[in-house]
Structures are given as structure tokens and as C-alpha cells.
Nanobody, 132 residues
Framework: QAEVMESGGGLVQPGESLRLSCTASGLRWSNYGVAWVRRAPGKGLEWVSA????????YYEDSVKGRFTISSEKAKNIVYLQMDRLKSDDTAVYYC?????????????????????????WGQGTQVTVSS
């Protein structure tokens, strides 16, 4: 059975950086779209970034544009989220999610917020806390 796992979260001060990693067993990222999703305290799920195997241009939510970078190492089956100039509003549990490329593309384009039941694979989340 396929499993997804995130790592790299932690406690940092505003302006600092973290890099999250997402790995999978039982599937290859090259066959899936991958989206980073987060849930901030007291809020619902929010798209953060997404990458697809057949589209070069990644997706970034407006609040993270210019600060976050999504990338992949396909040979290692790893997807990263480099988070720079972190803000307190970035505090959240970050999830790595995946589904068929076309489905993730459609969801990101058409749903204002992620829906857990619409994505096939979810990691357990990694906590990012940005605080002074």
C-alpha cells in the first residue's frame, strides 16, 4: 500500500528558512501530481504549492509566492518545499498530498481549498512553527 511522509518541520524565527521533504513508498512521484497543503491553527486546509510531472510551471498560493519554492528529485522520488523568509502566518501543519496529475491540476485550479477526500494520498503532516 502506498504511503506518503513529510519531514523537515520545526520551530524557527520570522525570516528564517526551512526545507520540507516528501517521500513516498509504493508509488513514484513521476506518475502523480504532488501538492503541499497546510492547516493553520483554527483554520481549514489551504493550498500552498503543487508540482506536476507533465507541466513545468508549478503552482504557488499568493501568500507564499516569491518565498517558497517547490522542486523534485525524480530519481530519488522526493519532492521538496523550500520555505524562505518565513512569517508567523506560515505556522501550520504541512501535508504532502498526491493524486493523478490531471486530478491534482483540476483540484488546484477549481477548488478554493483542498478537500481531503478528493486526494488519494496524504502524509501525516509536519509541524512548522514560526515565532519570535
Amino acid at each position: 500500500q502506498a504511503e506518503v511522509m513529510e519531514s523537515g518541520g520545526g520551530l524557527v524565527q520570522p525570516g528564517e528558512s526551512l526545507r520540507l521533504s516528501c517521500t513516498a513508498s509504493g508509488l513514484r512521484w513521476s506518475n502523480y501530481g504532488v501538492a503541499w497543503v497546510r492547516r493553520a491553527p483554527g483554520k481549514g486546509l489551504e493550498w500552498v504549492s503543487a508540482i506536476w510531472s507533465d507541466v513545468d510551471e508549478p503552482y504557488y498560493e499568493d501568500s507564499v509566492k516569491g518565498r517558497f519554492t517547490i522542486s523534485s528529485e525524480k530519481a530519488k522520488n522526493i519532492v521538496y518545499l523550500q520555505m524562505d523568509r518565513l512569517k508567523s502566518d506560515d505556522t501550520a501543519v504541512y501535508y504532502c498530498t498526491a493524486d493523478q496529475d490531471c486530478r491534482v491540476q483540476w483540484l488546484v485550479a477549481n477548488r478554493p481549498n483542498p478537500h481531503r477526500d478528493d486526494l488519494a494520498y496524504w502524509g501525516q503532516g509536519t509541524q512548522v512553527t514560526v515565532s519570535s
